[in-house]
């Protein structure tokens, strides 16, 4: 991806944008520490596909100035964090408007860079990255939009407010006037207080009717991401007061958003969403019981797939299925190449793997060698360690099965030292295991590239959370794309995606950790092993992985639902003029949209 600092802004016909889409974080470019994980992957894959297939669509998210953060490890695994700092300035053109926010009572100025995400016929997506580091700021208000998810919930909740109702602030400036607002997590939620203070233009929020709520909650939709209570973004009253002001914060209180006392982001997206969806079918079950007075749908994530395909597949796919590109859906054709074409362009990207590594890190594995990936954000319920709950057994394994290698990667948040404990954790496990037959490795700094380094390089992608906190998973879909099986928990996309002995392995539930970590050890000896030892079978699994899950589990695929399911459901068709009303999230469901 080519990023221009002097490039003019292209000519986008803002008016003619339907779709706002606001998130927290966007993984925009690999040179662009603008994400921290899989929610910026899915919203930067989102945007991706939106340009591929010219959707008319604007994205609203912060220029996070310092990034998330470079996760470097120690000999034993500690990690220590430092700042990703980047110059907007001299990276991207300016959107050329400044507005103003009063929050803390008091003004912030926020300004707006614009990435161009470009689809493969050019269509552009026009993204704003807002940026308070304006002159005229007050200093501590000029560092607000420097660190994705850093500093206290202070800081967060004023990031939010920039989030939202800069967002809104900024599209009106631009003369933007969508019909959609899509928040792609909570932190978005208060975009809907800026489209209702518009809507009122200038009547004090606390006259606000039913009927005026309702035309804001007819042009909002909302998706869903955890099924950890935690991770719904909260804050006292008291700070919800001082950052957005006496007005908004009652209003906030008289609309019903608050839970149990406390302004808690996911409730005020509810409230003012007409659809709400969580990220893959168990998951909008699990949230619909979560919000039983909301209707939660589902819509199951995907990922872009020329983003994530190596180099020697997209080749491929390029003289096999040449549409593949705007049409996801012939990946289901892949049946129609020889799997050993598919073997031979997977083991090109084990080359690479393995051949970046060597450089990068000093350390040599071999491409003989059955190798699991297993990279993710470290979080306890992800349980990095299932795999190693029973090292002797592993070893074993190792040894009967002619050698196995294990590449490990995920950076802890920096508040989260039990997570920096389970780094530790399989650094040592490394050190006293590490021999002829069994090599475990972590790699550091796990991001877009590595990311794509080893879903394209690894033979099987591993994933063990605790049952049913996995919203979704990205990573395994990256993987399957590139003709790479899952050994994998049934939990998140898992659920839809495993055919097994096809496209990859369950593990199975069990009572305890030990349970599954057996498992785990059956079907890596009994099942993975002898299929791996068995090169024709174990093509015809690549090929079934891309053929029946990467068909599926793209962006392309996933945005289509969100327009048929979410943004223009039938019964909204004609209704933009008009809208019509559709029932309230509280009544009895009487008819659902069709889920494809
Ligand atoms: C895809 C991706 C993720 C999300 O993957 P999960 O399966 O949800 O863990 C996180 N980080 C990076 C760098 C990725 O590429």
Same mark, same amino acid.
């Given at each position: 991806?080519t990023?221009?600092?002097?490039?003019?802004l292209?000519?986008?016909?803002?008016?003619?944008r339907?779709?706002a889409?606001?998130?927290?974080?966007?993984?925009?470019?690999?040179?662009?520490?603008?994400y921290?994980?899989?929610?910026?992957m899915l919203a930067?894959d989102t945007l991706?596909s939106?340009a591929d297939?010219?959707?008319?669509?604007?994205?609203i998210?912060l !220029?996070?100035?310092?990034?998330?953060f470079r996760?470097?490890?120690?000999?034993?695994?500690?990690?220590t964090?430092?700042?990703?700092p980047?110059?907007?300035?001299?990276?991207?053109?300016?959107?050329?408007?400044?507005i103003?926010?009063t929050?803390?009572?008091?003004?912030?100025?926020?300004?707006?860079?614009?990435f161009?995400?470009?689809g493969?016929?050019g &269509?552009i997506?026009?993204?704003?990255?807002?940026d308070?580091?304006?002159?005229g700021? =007050?200093?501590w208000?000029?560092r607000?939009?420097?660190h994705?998810y850093?500093?206290?919930? +202070?800081?967060?909740?004023?990031?939010?407010? !920039?989030?939202?109702?800069?967002?809104i602030?900024?599209?009106?400036?631009l003369?933007?006037?969508p019909? !959609?607002?899509?928040?792609?997590?909570?932190h978005?939620?208060?975009?809907?207080?800026?489209?209702?203070?518009?809507?009122?233009a200038?009547?004090?929020l606390k006259?606000?009717?039913?009927? =005026?709520?309702e035309?804001v909650?007819?042009?909002?939709?909302?998706?869903?991401?955890?099924p950890?209570?935690?991770?719904?973004? /909260?804050?006292?009253? =008291?700070?919800?007061y /001082?950052v957005?002001? &006496?007005?908004?914060?009652?209003?906030?209180?008289?609309?019903?958003?608050?839970?149990n006392?406390?302004?808690?982001m996911t409730?005020?997206?509810?409230r003012?969403?007409?659809? !709400?969806?969580?990220?893959?079918?168990?998951?909008?079950?699990?949230?619909?019981?979560?919000?039983?007075?909301?209707?939660?749908?589902?819509?199951?994530?995907?990922?872009?797939a020329?983003?994530?395909?190596?180099?020697?597949?997209?080749?491929?796919?390029?003289e096999e299925?040449?549409?593949?590109?705007?049409?996801n /859906? +012939?990946?289901?054709?892949v049946y129609?190449?020889d799997p050993a074409?598919?073997?031979?362009?997977?083991?090109?990207?084990?080359l690479?793997?393995?051949?970046?590594?060597?450089?990068?890190t000093?350390?040599?594995?071999?491409?003989?060698?059955?190798?699991?990936?297993?990279?993710?954000?470290?979080?306890t319920?992800?349980?990095?360690?299932?795999l190693?709950?029973?090292?002797?057994?592993l070893?074993?394994?190792?040894?009967?099965?002619?050698?196995l290698?294990?590449l490990?990667?995920?950076k802890? &948040?920096p508040?989260d030292?039990?997570g920096?404990?389970?780094?530790?954790?399989v650094?040592?496990?490394a050190?006293?295991?590490?021999?002829?037959?069994l090599?475990?490795?972590?790699i550091?700094? +796990?991001?877009?590239?590595?990311?794509?380094?080893?879903?394209?390089?690894?033979d099987?992608?591993?994933?063990?959370?605790?049952?049913?906190y996995?919203?979704?998973?990205?990573?395994?879909m990256?993987a399957?794309?590139?003709?790479?099986p899952s050994?994998s928990?049934?939990?998140?996309w898992?659920?839809?995606?495993c055919?097994?002995?096809?496209t990859?392995?369950?593990?199975?539930?069990?009572?305890?950790?030990?349970?599954e970590?057996?498992s785990?050890?059956?079907?890596?000896?009994?099942?993975?092993?002898?299929?791996?030892?068995?090169?024709?079978?174990?093509?015809?699994?690549?090929? &079934?992985?891309?053929?029946?899950?990467g068909?599926f589990?793209?962006?392309?695929?996933?945005?289509?639902? +969100?327009?048929?399911?979410?943004?223009?459901?039938p019964?909204?068709?004609?209704a933009?003029?008009?809208p019509v009303?559709?029932?309230?999230?509280?009544?009895p469901?009487?008819?659902?949209?069709a889920?494809?």
């Amino acid at each position: 991806m080519t990023l221009s600092p002097s490039a003019p802004l292209s000519s986008v016909d803002l008016s003619t944008r339907t779709i706002a889409y606001f998130s927290m974080e966007i993984a925009l470019s690999p040179a662009l520490p603008t994400y921290s994980g899989g929610l910026g992957m899915l919203a930067g894959d989102t945007l991706r596909s939106a340009a591929d297939t010219a959707a008319p669509m604007v994205a609203i998210s912060l !220029v996070h100035r310092l990034g998330y953060f470079r996760q470097k490890l120690s000999s034993v695994g500690q990690q220590t964090e430092s700042d990703v700092p980047w110059s907007p300035e001299t990276t991207l053109p300016s959107a050329n408007q400044i507005i103003s926010l009063t929050m803390q009572g008091r003004p912030v100025l926020v300004r707006a860079w614009r990435f161009d995400v470009v689809g493969t016929t050019g &269509h552009i997506i026009p993204v704003f990255l807002l940026d308070t580091d304006v002159e005229g700021n =007050d200093p501590w208000d000029r560092r607000l939009t420097d660190h994705l998810y850093g500093g206290d919930t +202070y800081y967060r909740l004023c990031q939010e407010t !920039v989030l939202g109702l800069g967002g809104i602030a900024l599209l009106d400036a631009l003369a933007c006037k969508p019909k !959609v607002y899509h928040m792609n997590e909570g932190h978005a939620a208060l975009l809907a207080i800026g489209l209702l203070e518009d809507h009122l233009a200038g009547t004090p929020l606390k006259d606000a009717t039913e009927a =005026d709520i309702e035309f804001v909650r007819q042009q909002c939709v909302f998706t869903t991401h955890t099924p950890v209570p935690a991770g719904h973004d /909260q804050f006292g009253t =008291d700070q919800m007061y /001082q950052v957005l002001g &006496h007005e908004r914060g009652a209003a906030i209180d008289q609309f019903g958003c608050l839970h149990n006392g406390l302004m808690n982001m996911t409730y005020i997206a509810l409230r003012f969403s007409r659809f !709400v969806n969580g990220v893959a079918m168990q998951h909008g079950k699990v949230s619909q019981q979560m919000f039983p007075d909301y209707k939660v749908y589902s819509i199951t994530n995907g990922v872009h797939a020329a983003t994530w395909l190596s180099d020697q597949f997209q080749e491929l796919l390029d003289e096999e299925i040449p549409h593949w590109r705007t049409d996801n /859906q +012939y990946f289901r054709s892949v049946y129609g190449i020889d799997p050993a074409r598919i073997a031979a362009a997977h083991n090109k990207g084990k080359l690479r793997l393995f051949s970046t590594l060597a450089k990068r890190t000093k350390q040599h594995f071999n491409p003989n060698v059955l190798t699991l990936g297993f990279a993710r954000r470290v979080a306890t319920y992800k349980r990095a360690s299932l795999l190693l709950h029973d090292p002797k057994r592993l070893v074993e394994i190792a040894e009967k099965i002619g050698g196995l290698q294990i590449l490990y990667a995920g950076k802890a &948040h920096p508040a989260d030292n039990a997570g920096k404990g389970l780094i530790r954790d399989v650094f040592a496990s490394a050190t006293k295991l590490n021999s002829s037959a069994l090599k475990i490795y972590y790699i550091e700094n +796990y991001d877009w590239e590595l990311g794509g380094l080893l879903t394209q390089g690894v033979d099987v992608w591993v994933n063990t959370p605790r049952r049913p906190y996995e919203a979704s998973g990205t990573s395994g879909m990256k993987a399957a794309l590139n003709g790479v099986p899952s050994l994998s928990i049934l939990d998140g996309w898992w659920i839809e995606g495993c055919a097994e002995n096809t496209t990859g392995w369950a593990i199975e539930d069990g009572e305890d950790e030990a349970a599954e970590a057996t498992s785990l050890y059956q079907k890596l000896e009994e099942s993975i092993a002898p299929m791996y030892a068995n090169p024709g079978a174990w093509s015809r699994m690549q090929q &079934h992985c891309i053929a029946i899950n990467g068909s599926f589990f793209n962006t392309h695929r996933m945005l289509a639902q +969100y327009f048929e399911n979410s943004y223009f459901p039938p019964t909204m068709v004609g209704a933009t003029v008009n809208p019509v009303k559709r029932r309230r999230s509280t009544d009895p469901v009487t008819a659902e949209p069709a889920l494809v």
